[in-house]
């Protein structure tokens, strides 16, 4: 914290652009894999097995496109997020707000939830503590280091627990192994893993709400009857990588820090590699557990299923957690479980470091028209505190629709809400042509779909194998990858429809935020330019002895930045836009990144 540069939004936001590979690459991938992964995804292989390990190699692909295509326009385009990219690109403040908005709608409902009950699903399977003592004291450490340190700091205690995490489930891994008699016996014990008790009172459960599925080890599944369709799974879940990994502002955040542009590829690059662990360090344990503990994690009687887990409709949630607790010696059950609530402090600092950005640069700027940079740093600080109270708030309705399965609830609401902003930003890099009103138009129909099917799903409840939904085919019977490849392709035809029924932006205001005009040198003139007034100077009072400690803790000291003449604040703008690399480091990283894609291809290929 002490070297930390915070003193300024640039370096409390972006870490000043200092930042080498290595911490990217670790910071990108701790982001994502937070204690809802080790829950969700292990819970979801224990019910269905390797498929969803998918989802975690789809993103070798992605990661590539994030260094390879976005990050070099968002870097030129000078933006801090992504909202106000999108305001540079079109103008007008609706898109920015209603971006900002649902960003943190979505931060709400999908990670911040999800992570605070997996933690909290760990915590009490622990130690027996009381869920909410549990999860109050845990937001409370994550705050205050957010709160007082910004985004070096909190990159630098990712890429810490990122470590402690992989070395931790790979001795994991290691134990299940060994316990189930290796991957031979792994294979044959799973498809065998049947509970005991099938039926109560007079009702016999059907079979194949017990028995695992005959593909459980394919990951590409029937089109029509499986779980995860392949066609969703390789289009589908492509639009929801789109989103997270090349628009979503936690991950990018992490990219716009790089040092230059190599080390923002060599960054996505090692995060590509360490994606490809958790098929052997989630997935794969998660199924052993099955095998281990079949009648807690695999149990489909609901009173059964309610003694083990305090959830009727499924235990396969505890299926991770249920290991770590059973299976590893002392010392290291101790390490494994700080590492699990490790991993969820950086997925919820990530997080709570992102929203308060969008909320400070993109929705209070809005309500005050010159805040001073101090009044924007205090405004980010409270609104994190206000989002951890919602956050607890929301974890009942998290705890009671999980129905059965944590991951797939996190994956449908993306599926649901996602898809119209990857089109829009699609459309926004790569095509000049869109406009305001269509990215507009197309946002809002996108949202009022994804909305529709959202709400009656959760209207009507999800159900399961042994009591389905009564919800109506037409609304829930399309399966949730599906509906966002609809959901997408609709939204982009309305985009480019209204588009080119209105007038064009002229390119003197898009040099450098497209990319067909990425490498022009000529002068652009922002849509928003009229705006971007000056700040009011700040005038500068004398703080007493308390003040001053106050300040350097929140890191608002500001006396050491003298003011900068133009020709610095130049230099300093185009330190902040440079894109160029030295040509070796740049044929260093493409060729690595046509390895890194190659590998992806050969891993679904050999388990599909």
């Given at each position: 914290?002490?070297?930390?540069?915070?003193?300024?939004?640039?370096?409390?936001?972006?870490?000043?652009?200092?930042?080498?590979?290595?911490?990217?690459?670790?910071?990108?991938?701790?982001?994502?894999?937070?204690?809802?992964?080790?829950?969700?995804?292990?819970?979801?292989?224990?019910?269905?097995?390797?498929?969803?390990?998918?989802?975690?190699?789809?993103?070798?692909?992605?990661?590539?496109?994030?260094?390879?295509?976005?990050?070099?326009?968002?870097?030129?385009?000078?933006?801090?997020?992504?909202?106000?990219?999108?305001?540079?690109?079109?103008?007008?403040?609706?898109?920015?707000?209603?971006?900002?908005?649902?960003?943190?709608?979505?931060?709400?409902?999908?990670?911040?939830?999800?992570?605070?009950?997996?933690?909290?699903?760990?915590?009490?399977?622990?130690?027996?503590?009381?869920?909410?003592?549990?999860?109050?004291?845990?937001?409370?450490?994550?705050?205050?280091?957010?709160?007082?340190?910004?985004?070096?700091?909190?990159?630098?205690?990712?890429?810490?627990?990122?470590?402690?995490?992989?070395?931790?489930?790979?001795?994991?891994?290691?134990?299940?192994?060994?316990?189930?008699?290796?991957?031979?016996?792994?294979?044959?014990?799973?498809?065998?893993?049947?509970?005991?008790?099938?039926?109560?009172?007079?009702?016999?459960?059907?079979?194949?709400?017990?028995?695992?599925?005959?593909?459980?080890?394919?990951?590409?599944?029937?089109?029509?009857?499986?779980?995860?369709?392949?066609?969703?799974?390789?289009?589908?879940?492509?639009?929801?990588?789109?989103?997270?990994?090349?628009?979503?502002?936690?991950?990018?955040?992490?990219?716009?820090?790089?040092?230059?542009?190599?080390?923002?590829?060599?960054?996505?690059?090692?995060?590509?590699?360490?994606?490809?662990?958790?098929?052997?360090?989630?997935?794969?344990?998660?199924?052993?557990?099955?095998?281990?503990?079949?009648?807690?994690?695999?149990?489909?009687?609901?009173?059964?299923?309610?003694?083990?887990?305090?959830?009727?409709?499924?235990?396969?949630?505890?299926?991770?957690?249920?290991?770590?607790?059973?299976l590893m010696p002392n010392g290291l059950r101790g390490l494994m479980l700080s590492v699990m609530l490790a991993s969820l402090m950086s997925?919820?600092?990530?997080?709570?470091?992102?929203?308060?950005?969008?909320?400070?640069?993109?929705?209070?700027?809005?309500?005050?028209?010159?805040?001073?940079?101090?009044?924007?740093?205090?405004?980010?600080?409270?609104?994190?505190?206000?989002?951890?109270?919602?956050?607890?708030?929301?974890?009942?309705?998290?705890?009671?629709?999980?129905?059965?399965?944590?991951?797939?609830?996190?994956?449908?609401?993306?599926?649901?809400?996602?898809?119209?902003?990857?089109?829009?930003?699609?459309?926004?890099?790569?095509?000049?042509?869109?406009?305001?009103?269509?990215?507009?138009?197309?946002?809002?129909?996108?949202?009022?779909?994804?909305?529709?099917?959202?709400?009656?799903?959760f209207a009507y409840g999800t159900g399961n194998c042994v009591t389905p939904s009564n919800c109506p085919f037409i609304i829930c019977g399309?399966?949730?990858?599906?509906?966002?490849?609809?959901?997408?392709?609709?939204?982009?035809?309305?985009?480019?429809?209204?588009?080119?029924?209105?007038?064009?932006?002229?390119?003197?205001?898009?040099?450098?935020?497209?990319?067909?005009?990425?490498?022009?040198?000529?002068?652009?003139?922002?849509?928003?330019?009229?705006?971007?007034?000056?700040?009011a100077d700040e005038k500068d009072e004398e703080s007493g002895c308390f003040r001053k400690i106050y300040n350097w803790f929140c890191g608002?000291?500001?006396?050491?930045?003298?003011?900068?003449?133009?020709?610095?604040?130049?230099?300093?703008?185009?330190?902040?836009?440079?894109?160029?690399?030295?040509?070796?480091?740049?044929?260093?990283?493409?060729?690595?990144?046509?390895?890194?894609?190659?590998?992806?291809?050969?891993?679904?290929?050999?388990?599909?």
């Open positions: 914290m002490y070297s930390t540069n915070r003193g300024t939004v640039g370096g409390f936001f972006l870490a000043g652009r200092s930042m080498v590979w290595w911490p990217i690459g670790a910071s990108l991938f701790a982001s994502n894999i937070g204690s809802g992964h080790f829950v969700g995804i292990a819970g979801t292989a224990a019910a269905g097995g390797i498929a969803i390990g998918g989802y975690e190699w789809n993103a070798l692909i992605f990661v590539v496109i994030l260094g390879w295509l976005f990050v070099p326009i968002y870097v030129k385009a000078g933006v801090v997020t992504m909202p106000e990219y999108l305001r540079k690109r079109f103008g007008g403040k609706r898109i920015q707000i209603y971006l900002s908005v649902l960003s943190l709608i979505l931060y709400i409902f999908t990670k911040i939830s999800a992570d605070i009950f997996s933690g909290a699903v760990f915590i009490q399977l622990a130690i027996g503590l009381n869920l909410y003592l549990a999860i109050i004291s845990l937001l409370l450490i994550t705050a205050l280091y957010t709160i007082t340190g910004g985004l070096a700091a909190v990159i630098y205690t990712d890429t810490l627990q990122t470590f402690i995490m992989v070395v931790g489930s790979f001795i994991l891994m290691g134990f299940a192994f060994a316990e189930v008699g290796g991957y031979d016996a792994f294979m044959k014990k799973y498809m065998e893993a049947i509970p005991s008790q099938t039926s109560y009172g007079n009702t016999t459960i059907s079979a194949e709400c017990y028995t695992p599925r005959k593909d459980s080890f394919h990951i590409f599944r029937d089109a029509v009857t499986g779980d995860l369709p392949w066609p969703g799974l390789i289009f589908g879940l492509s639009i929801i990588a789109l989103w997270y990994w090349c628009t979503d502002q936690v991950i990018v955040q992490r990219c716009l820090s790089g040092k230059n542009m190599s080390h923002v590829k060599a960054g996505c690059i090692m995060c590509g590699y360490l994606k490809l662990l958790p098929m052997f360090i989630i997935v794969m344990p998660g199924m052993i557990s099955r095998i281990l503990y079949t009648d807690v994690v695999a149990c489909v009687v609901p009173e059964v299923c309610e003694q083990s887990c305090g959830t009727a409709v499924g235990c396969t949630n505890i299926a991770y957690p249920k290991m770590v607790v059973e997925s919820l600092t990530s997080i709570f470091n992102s929203a308060s950005t969008l909320f400070t640069m993109d929705i209070y700027t809005k309500i005050r028209s010159r805040p001073s940079e101090k009044e924007l740093m205090l405004a980010g600080r409270a609104f994190m505190l206000l989002l951890i109270g919602i956050s607890i708030a929301w974890v009942p309705v998290v705890q009671s629709a999980q129905s059965g399965q944590l991951f797939d609830y996190i994956q449908s609401v993306t599926s649901f809400l996602g898809p119209p902003i990857a089109a829009v930003f699609l459309l926004a890099v790569f095509c000049k042509r869109v406009n305001e009103q269509g990215a507009f138009w197309g946002l809002m129909f996108g949202l009022l779909a994804g909305l529709g099917r959202m709400i009656s799903e399309i399966h949730y990858l599906y509906f966002a490849m609809i959901l997408f392709g609709v939204s982009a035809i309305v985009i480019l429809a209204v588009s080119f029924m209105t007038k064009p932006i002229p390119d003197v205001h898009l040099y450098r935020l497209c990319w067909s005009l990425r490498n022009s040198k000529e002068e652009r003139i922002d849509l928003d330019a009229d705006e971007e007034q000056d700040k608002l000291d500001q006396q050491k930045a003298p003011k900068l003449s133009k020709e610095e604040e130049e230099a300093l703008k185009k330190k902040l836009t440079d894109t160029s690399e030295v040509p070796l480091w740049r044929n260093v990283v493409n060729i690595n990144g046509i390895i890194l894609l190659t590998v992806a291809v050969f891993c679904h290929a050999f388990f599909a």
